[in-house]
């Protein structure tokens, strides 16, 4: 049996890890939407966006500030829940390998929506040539903000 002193030791946890976990991943997604407007504006985007027949707003704008958001949050949970177990003492590398993990996953999605056209190879290059900076930043912007107002890992 519980006393409720731990009780409300662990309910106090679970806020201040849910609070570190929503701050981490607002200005991780905010980062990797960042990226993707400045990307929208060069022609090898919209190369990408029509070989893929994405629309503009959807695909500029709407879409990549959920997807960079849904990002940005696992790599700040699994970097908040298993920083000991990731094998370096300073929060923004462990941040980008956890952000080239989700990198690496994203790639066999860019591989299977690249195969639908017919130059997939081309398609795939150019979304890999896209997204390793966007994926990047989401890991340095994370990593920073972590090590800033949280301290060391």
């Not at 991943?25 to 022609?43: K, M, V």
């Amino acid at each position: 049996m519980e006393t409720p002193a731990t009780d409300r030791t662990k309910r106090q946890t679970s806020h201040e890890f849910s609070k570190k976990l929503f701050k981490l991943t607002i200005w991780g997604g905010l980062a990797f939407w960042a990226i993707t407007i400045a990307f929208s504006l060069l022609p090898m985007m919209a190369e990408f966006r029509a070989a893929l027949s994405i629309p503009y707003i959807e695909g500029a704008l709407v879409e990549p500030l959920l997807g960079g958001m849904i990002i940005a949050c696992f790599v700040s949970y699994f970097l908040l829940r298993f920083s000991d177990k990731i094998p370096t003492k300073n929060p923004i590398p462990k941040s980008v390998i956890l952000s080239f993990v989700a990198l690496c996953i994203v790639f066999i999605l860019l591989g299977v929506a690249a195969s639908r056209t017919s130059d997939a190879l081309h398609v795939f290059l150019i979304g890999v040539t896209l997204n390793i900076p966007r994926f990047l930043f989401v890991g340095i912007v994370i990593g920073y903000l972590y090590k800033r107002l949280y301290g060391q890992a």
